[in-house]
């Protein structure tokens, strides 16, 4: 069974930095791309950022470009988001995200094939 399970969200004051992982089993995804989704309390879910299957390209959303970075290790099928400078308005549950579409994985998370169930990040002021 396919599965994507993330990790390390906690409570961090503004300013400070976590890194999540998520890591995939029950299935290949060498070949999907990889990304995450936040959603915070009463908002859509939205994108945060992404990685092509071989690493080398990757999409952030403007609210998180020059804080945020994203990397994979297809070895030991995880992806990870380093979260630096974070702030207060960066709290929100965080998912992974798998797909064989980029514009897809981007885009529309409405067709997203899968999804972890989520880490909550809080930042404190």
């Known amino acids: 069974q396919e599965q994507l399970v993330e990790s390390g969200g906690g409570s961090v004051q503004a300013g400070g930095s976590l890194r999540l992982s998520c890591a995939a089993s029950?299935?290949?995804?060498?070949?999907?791309?990889m990304g995450w989704y936040r959603q915070a309390p009463g908002k859509e879910r939205e994108f945060v950022a992404a990685?092509?299957?071989?690493?080398?390209?990757?999409s952030y959303a403007d609210s998180v470009k020059g804080r945020f970075t994203i990397s994979r290790h297809n070895a030991k099928n995880t992806v990870y988001l380093q979260m630096n400078t974070l702030k207060p308005e960066d709290t929100a549950v965080y998912y992974c995200?798998?797909?064989?579409?980029?514009?897809?994985?981007?885009?529309?998370?409405?067709?997203?094939?899968?999804w972890g169930k989520g880490t909550l990040v809080t930042v404190s002021s």
């Open positions: 995200a798998a797909d064989l579409n980029w514009m897809t994985l981007l885009y529309n998370h409405y067709g997203v094939d899968y």
């Open positions: 029950g299935h290949t995804f060498d070949n999907h791309f």
């Open positions: 990685i092509q299957w071989s690493g080398g390209d990757t």
